[in-house]
């Protein structure tokens, strides 16, 4: 990773999505059908089977069933069948990739020939990266339009899927991350976002007034705090604590301004400013619909994720978070952005040409626009948001973008390294009381150290 990588969405990206706005239950595996109204589009002179894929045929998927479903996969299973008569594509969702994957990367097993490694219980990375397909020939390929893919994408998106030097990883959709809240509820109370933390916790003693809480946290998903600490250390400290953190370095969860941030959730955890609202869907809607907490801190899926638990008139919105001091070393606009939902194709498949080609068809303009008009968050392929789609959560990623312009950051050693469950334990204890925030740092920077030290871990660096 290079420093440039946290300029990926600025002038490249920035300016072609804020032209284009003018604003659970697992579904059934087997042989995909879809319900959408969405047309497929039609194979034209350029659309060729650029990766050798065989027909007829048979091509299988794994996508995880989170915020975005697994119809925009689907929908696009059904645009391969269609284009190609005699494949047989397969999507299959899951809500835990570990448990339904991990086990097919063993030898003798046959992994997915394409799988989403999203969510909690993603598969680290940095342990099968070498058995992963190159995704080179992807991206020389043309699109469904006839454009070749790598122009589509947005800067940065080939490197947030390198490792060890191979390009192995596709990230589908472009997420903000802040604190999502209720615009027309802080438009009713006369409030401005915070853009620093004593100016939260005086927020926090206001939101006590009214029977609110500043932050509700679920079980699954505590891990967004460290998101939401994170983000916040490196605003006010700069992108030595950015490099510090995902190079592992041994003082990284040290560093005083990640101290300082720890300290100052501890505060709010101490006032009785945060609440645990159980199952993460379920404390969700404790901010959503019961409007019982001011703030969620979250990236873009969080929109379409709670569309049906979110109460009438609440104007979903994000704000950046917010800094330790009035003069942080990133400017307050600063924002962490990344893309996310991690599409791999994995080598000893039985068919990895049949994954290349879903993601050929996934990264066409249709679905891309299809997908964004669904989920209320862009994908990795430029100037492919509906023009007339109107959301204030998306008008509000998009000004946050315009806002940060150069000022764009972000990290990936906790998906990466395969902490996520971990954090989530920690962070968990932390936001219960049951864990200090010194303590917590010195369990978070013994995770880090864990990594560093293991010879059997192939590590990255960042400048």
Not at 27 to 40: D, F, I, K, L, N
Request: negative net charge; aromatic residues 8%.
């Amino acid at each position: 990773m290079t420093l440039g990588r946290r300029h990926f969405l600025a002038a490249a990206a920035v300016a072609p999505l804020a032209a284009c706005v003018t604003q659970p239950g697992p579904a059934p595996s087997g042989e995909v059908s879809s319900t959408s109204a969405t047309p497929s589009p039609s194979p034209t002179a350029t659309e060729s089977l650029p990766f050798g894929l065989e027909v007829p045929g048979d091509v299988h998927a794994v996508v995880f069933d989170g915020a975005f479903g697994v119809a925009y996969v689907r929908d696009a299973a059904r645009t391969m069948r269609e284009n190609h008569p005699g494949l047989r594509v397969t999507v299959e969702s899951s809500d835990d990739i570990t448990a339904d994957v991990s086990a097919l990367f063993e030898e003798g097993e046959t992994p997915p020939d394409l799988v989403d490694n999203s969510g909690s219980h993603q598969l680290a990375v940095a342990d099968i990266a070498d058995r992963l397909l190159p995704l080179d020939d992807l991206m020389a390929a043309e699109n469904l339009e006839g454009e070749t893919i790598a122009e589509t994408l947005y800067s940065g998106v080939v490197q947030a899927g390198t490792f060890n030097g191979r390009h192995v990883a596709l990230d589908y959709a472009l997420s903000v991350f802040g604190l999502w809240h209720s615009a027309s509820h802080f438009a009713a109370q006369g409030w401005a976002v915070p853009t620093a933390w004593d100016e939260l916790l005086e927020l926090g003693e206001q939101a006590k007034g009214l029977g609110q809480h500043l932050f509700v946290w679920g079980d699954e998903a505590a891990s967004y705090y460290a998101e939401l600490a994170i983000s916040s250390a490196i605003k006010e400290g700069g992108h030595e604590v950015r490099r510090a953190l995902d190079n592992l370095e041994a003082d990284g969860w040290r560093h005083p301004a990640v101290a300082g941030v720890l300290q100052a959730m501890e505060a709010c955890v101490e006032a009785g400013f945060v609440l645990h609202g159980g199952a993460y869907i379920e404390a969700q809607a404790e901010w959503s619909l019961q409007q019982r907490a001011l703030f969620y801190p979250s990236g873009s899926w969080i929109a379409r994720e709670m569309d049906s638990r979110t109460t009438q008139g609440f104007e979903m919105t994000v704000a950046p978070v917010p800094t330790l001091t009035a003069a942080p070393t990133l400017p307050p606009a600063a924002v962490h952005a990344q893309p996310v939902e991690q599409f791999i194709v994995p080598e000893d498949a039985d068919n990895p040409a049949g994954g290349l080609e879903l993601l050929r068809v996934m990264l066409s303009r249709q679905a891309a626009e299809a997908f964004a008009r669904t989920n209320l968050v862009p994908t990795v392929v430029r100037t492919t948001v509906p023009a007339d789609l109107e959301s204030t959560a998306l008008v509000a990623q998009t000004r946050l973008l315009a806002d940060a312009g150069e000022d764009v950051y972000s990290w990936r050693f906790v998906s990466h390294y395969g902490l996520t469950e971990d954090y989530n334990r920690l962070w968990g204890r932390f936001l219960s009381g049951d864990l200090g925030a010194a303590a917590l740092g010195d369990e978070l920077q013994s995770l880090s150290d864990a990594v560093r030290e293991d010879p059997s871990i192939r590590r990255y660096t960042v400048d």
